[in-house]
């Protein structure tokens, strides 16, 4: 279970490092897609910034337990509200599925390290 957890947790820290750094520093993408989801862009810069600290966390969580259970917690939360934005604006499943797999693996990784 452990082994699984880390790989996850790698996968995971990786990709909310890319989307969050994108998202902090006003990449044409995000920003369009903040607006098209009438989200504003002040949010935009605070859901970039956690997904940076919660894929710090991840990182940390190789070491310190408690990190790694507030990281998998903030970034599958991320992910539950990311998959709700795209639902409310009834966006395609393949806009929609990242955010929604991102998350659910966030909250195995929670799920295995409650269980380790």
């Known amino acids: 279970m452990q082994t699984a957890a880390y790989v996850l947790q790698g996968i995971l820290a990786l990709m909310f490092l ?31 910034i956690v997904e940076l600290t919660g894929a710090a966390l991840l990182v940390i969580g190789y070491r310190v ?30 806009q929609t599925v990242t955010i929604l797999v991102l998350g659910l693996l966030s909250f195995a990784v929670l799920i295995l390290y409650l269980l380790m």
């Open 65 to 94: 337990e408690a990190c790694a259970i507030a990281g998998a917690l903030a970034l599958g939360l991320t992910g539950v509200g990311g998959t709700l934005v795209h639902l409310r604006v009834k966006d395609r499943f393949q």
């Open 18 to 48: 890319i989307a969050g750094a994108g998202k902090v520093a006003g990449s044409d993408m995000h920003v369009k897609n903040f607006n098209r989801w009438r989200l504003p862009q002040w949010f935009r810069v605070v859901t970039g």
